[in-house]
């Protein structure tokens, strides 16, 4: 049971148009959403994050907004480089429970084309 | 360099030998978290570990695979009798917080650990 969906495997963008990741959650308990960047052979990292009493959080070009109603967040890269091309990983907490772990989605292979 | 460690980075058993993946966390940190990604797959969660207690083991296969994380040392990921189906990477992360403390589930990954089974 895939309780955070990302359902494009894969995106293409052109550097400098803007990338807009998507990711749909069923669980209603979750209360904090993080987004992980992932390259090759390299662990993920850390990229941005919202509480569930927010709809949007930004950081320089990177921004994140979250439908409640929807259960849908999604993240957006403006303008996009060719240097963000990666795995993104959605992931998110739930405050049900002793143990918040994370649950994760399966990522969204971005490529930036030059 | 104060961020996670993972050793080694490239590891090649045979079937049936054991393998043992070791994380020290970053200073100061005291939650460790494995997750394993398969190829062509996400993370996924393994265990989750504080200084001498498993916490949350749910996501650990109930047979061959084990975790600890002693009161001094690494956090030890250990594989017995490894099958071609465990080659996988292994990424380890580590928090200062419980998770949802401090507004923040942020965790801190090493750079994973390549086991091939031949």
């Known amino acids: 049971d895939q309780q955070v969906k990302q359902n494009s495997p894969s995106l293409s963008v052109q550097e400098g148009r803007i990338s807009i990741l998507n990711c749909d959650y069923t669980?209603?308990?979750?209360?904090?959403f993080l987004w992980y960047k992932k390259y090759p052979a390299e662990g993920p990292t850390f990229l941005i994050s919202i509480s569930s009493i927010k709809d949007k959080n930004e950081d320089g070009r990177f921004t994140v907004f979250l439908n409640k109603s929807a259960k849908h967040l999604s993240l957006h890269i403006a303008p996009s480089q060719p240097g963000d091309s990666a795995v993104y990983f959605c992931a998110a907490i739930s405050n049900a429970g002793n143990n918040r772990k994370l649950i994760w989605g399966l990522g969204t292979s971005l490529a930036v084309n030059p | 360099n104060a961020g996670v460690m993972q050793n080694p980075r490239h590891l090649v058993r045979r079937r049936g030998q054991e393998a043992r993946l070791r994380c020290s966390p970053m200073?100061?940190?005291?939650?460790v978290y494995w997750y394993r990604q398969l190829p062509e797959e996400g993370l996924k969660f393994m265990v989750y570990?504080?200084?001498?207690?498993?916490?949350?083991e749910s996501g650990m296969p109930k047979e061959r695979f084990s975790a600890e994380f002693p009161k001094e040392g690494p956090s030890i990921l250990r594989i017995q009798q490894v099958v071609r189906g465990d080659s996988a990477a292994y990424f380890c992360?580590?928090?200062?917080?419980?998770?949802?403390?401090?507004?923040?589930?942020?965790?801190?990954f090493g750079e994973g650990s390549r086991l091939t089974v031949l």
């Open positions: 200073k100061g940190h005291s939650h």
């Open positions: 669980n209603s308990m979750f209360d904090y």
């Open positions: 570990l504080q200084k001498e207690n498993i916490i949350d």
């Open positions: 992360a580590s928090s200062p917080y419980y998770p949802g403390t401090r507004n923040t589930g942020e965790l801190f």
